[in-house]
């Protein structure tokens, strides 16, 4: 059974930092690709970043220069350090995996299979 965990989130004031953490078991974490997605109140769910199973990696227009997303196989885990956050950052964060045909970048909810429960990122001005 596939679980993802993710972690890290909370409150933080504008121009803050936060690392997010997504644990993941039951697969061969190494083979797939990761993603990290966000949803607000009121708006679709949307990637933020993804990382293919080699390192490549995607980001979304809004975050790019900003956030950073990594793994380590090692510890089945996929990060997304925030930088410069901003009030239009808050949301949801969702940790997702093995997108079809691998693709890292799919901005298509239904094309990743695995998904975990979301943690809350709130930032105030």
């Known amino acids: 059974q596939v679980q993802l965990v993710e972690s890290g989130g909370g409150l933080v004031q504008a121009g803050g930092s936060l690392r997010l953490s997504c644990a993941a078991s039951?697969?061969?974490?190494?083979?797939?690709?990761m993603g990290w997605f966000r949803q607000a109140p009121g708006k679709e769910r949307e990637l933020v970043a993804g990382?293919?199973?080699?390192?490549?990696?995607y980001y979304s227009d809004s975050v790019v220069g900003r956030f950073t997303i990594s793994r380590d196989n090692a510890k089945n885990t996929v990060y997304l350090q925030m930088n410069s956050l901003k009030p239009e950052d808050a949301a949801v964060y969702f940790c997702a995996a093995d997108p079809e045909r691998g693709r890292f970048y799919s901005t298509a909810i239904g094309s990743w299979r695995y998904w975990g429960q979301g943690t809350q990122v709130t930032v105030s001005s």
């Open positions: 990382i293919s199973w080699g390192g490549s990696t």
């Open positions: 039951g697969l061969t974490f190494s083979a797939y690709g």
